[in-house]
């Protein structure tokens, strides 16, 4: 299984800030690298897909990118809603992975 | 619109079987894909099967050989079935609607979380 290691695991940051979070898989995945948001009550939506496909309905403030094995979502100017949890998720190969995960929080 | 929701028993005791289901609205289960990921307190997201729009299937290795996945078209419902069931069987359970491609999962139910416990 192709392994996807996210960094940093917490990020504290304030009101505004621009803020990346990288996710590097274990081999390359041609861009098939997908991004999703967990909220506190455990509802997860999508972010980007394909590195760099913005979601239907997600503010333009999230952008993704990369290639080969390393990846990277963007948010240029953190919201009150953006504190969350983060996924990566590879589909490039069966079966898909997620990486660990990484905690935004209100500095 | 598309949605999706899970149900089944919260608390489930150590050797049993766990039966969920999965009731979709907005769309087809012939159209797209229904995925299963399962969620350890805490902790990450993992990947178990999947309902295929054909009917086929789809299971992680890690849990081939007590997993089943199934699907009721006219009910828009998508079953999954594990035995054997373990303390570490603990967490929430989502399921996610493919897409056709691309392959991401673009709308995920609220997930339900499982307990095993005697």
């Known amino acids: 299984d192709i392994q996807m290691t996210q960094s940093p695991s917490s990020l504290p940051a304030s009101l505004g800030e621009r803020v990346t979070i990288s996710c590097r898989a274990s081999?390359?995945?041609?861009?098939?690298l997908n991004w999703y948001q967990q909220k506190p009550d455990g509802t997860i939506k999508p972010l980007i897909y394909?590195?760099?496909n913005l979601q239907s309905g997600v503010p333009s403030r999230f952008s993704g990118s990369g290639s080969g094995t390393d990846y990277s979502l963007t948010i240029s100017s953190l919201e009150p809603e953006d504190f969350a949890m983060y996924y990566c998720?590879?589909?490039?190969?069966?079966?898909?992975?997620f990486g660990a995960g990484t905690k935004l929080e209100l500095k | 619109q598309v949605q999706l929701k899970e149900s089944g028993p919260g608390l489930v005791q150590p050797s049993q079987t766990l039966s969920l289901t999965c009731t979709v609205s907005g769309f087809s289960l012939t159209s797209y894909s229904v995925h299963w990921v399962r969620q350890h307190s805490g902790k990450s997201l993992e990947w178990m099967g999947r309902m295929w729009s054909d009917g086929d299937t789809s299971y992680n290795s890690a849990f081939t050989s007590r997993l089943s996945i199934s699907r009721d078209t006219s009910k828009s419902q998508v079953f999954l079935k594990m035995n054997s069931l373990q303390t570490e069987d603990t967490g929430t359970y989502y399921c996610a609607r493919g897409g056709i491609p691309p392959y991401y999962f673009d709308y995920w139910g609220q997930g339900v979380m499982v307990t095993v416990s005697s």
């Open positions: 998720q590879q589909d490039a190969s069966f079966p898909n992975t």
């Open positions: 081999q390359g995945i041609s861009n098939n």
């Open positions: 394909y590195t760099s």
